[in-house]
T-cell receptor
Framework: GAVVSQHPSWVICKSGTSVKIECRSL??????MFWYRQFPKQSLMLMAT?????????EQGVEKDKFLINHASLTLSTLTVTSAHPEDSSFYICSALIGTGDQPQHFGDGTRLSIL | SQQGEEDPQALSIQEGENATMNCSYKTSINNLQWYRQNSGRGLVHLIL?????REKHSGRLRVTLDTSKKSSSLMITASRAADTASYFC?????????FGQGTELSVKP
């Protein structure tokens, strides 16, 4: 089945550091990739929608300069949290979509980001 | 914004019992999807039900959709301890998924 690999799975770093998270579709080409943020015991909140070769579309309230998204190929999207601070600590999850229409999204295993 | 509201928020049952989770939504939909999330992991797609479908089965899972009431339910029959997870409904809106708050299911052996 469609596999999405997300790396790293866990990262701890100091405040002010920039952190890059990769999301790869391993056995398919993704028309669209999505980035979500999830706080403990809460639901997923969509941060941005990413299409290969074009600028990401950010949801209202998400700082595009803070959360840089690059979608360089049909199998790779990256999220960079720039100058991370403790309030950016969260669980970040990516997903990928094959084609259009009534299709499920395929999710990575998430990245737990802890900023000290 | 959160489209789906789920209840119950938490459900604890014994192995072998059936689990039913409900989801309500607000706007018109093309489809409604159910996902499962094990603690600290990503989401796994369970079932997609289209707006013109009323019921769908997959193994021990049964999903119903009532578009007149804007609600859906997910039933897990003969639950197992391995079914312990959070379950989310999601509706598609403009190509994006809008998730409900989720139901945390605990199945005790």
């Amino acid at each position: 089945g469609a596999v999405v690999s997300q790396h790293p799975s866990w990262v701890i770093c100091k405040s002010g550091t920039s952190v890059k998270i990769e999301c790869r579709s391993l056995d398919f080409q993704a028309t669209t990739m999505f980035w979500y943020r999830q706080f403990p015991k809460q639901s997923l909140m969509l941060m941005a929608t990413s299409n290969e070769g074009s600028k990401a579309t950010y949801e209202q309230g998400v700082e595009k300069d803070k959360f840089l998204i690059n979608h360089a190929s049909l199998t790779l999207s990256t999220l960079t949290v720039t100058s991370a601070h403790p309030e950016d600590s969260s669980f970040y999850i990516c997903s990928a979509l094959i084609g259009t229409g009534d299709q499920p999204q395929h999710f990575g295993d998430g990245t737990r980001l802890s900023i000290l | 914004s959160q489209q789906g509201e789920e209840d119950p928020q938490a459900l604890s049952i014994q192995e072998g019992e059936n689990a039913t989770m409900n989801c309500s939504y607000k706007t018109s939909i093309n489809n409604l999807q159910w996902y499962r999330q094990n603690s600290g992991r990503g989401l796994v797609h369970l079932i997609l039900i289209r707006s013109n479908e009323r019921e769908k089965h997959s193994g021990r899972l049964r999903v119903t959709l009532d578009t007149s009431k804007k609600s859906s339910s997910l039933m897990i029959t003969a639950s197992r301890a391995a079914d312990t997870a959070s379950y989310f409904c999601a509706t598609e809106e403009g190509g994006k998924l809008i998730f409900g708050q989720g139901t945390e299911l605990s199945v005790k052996p």
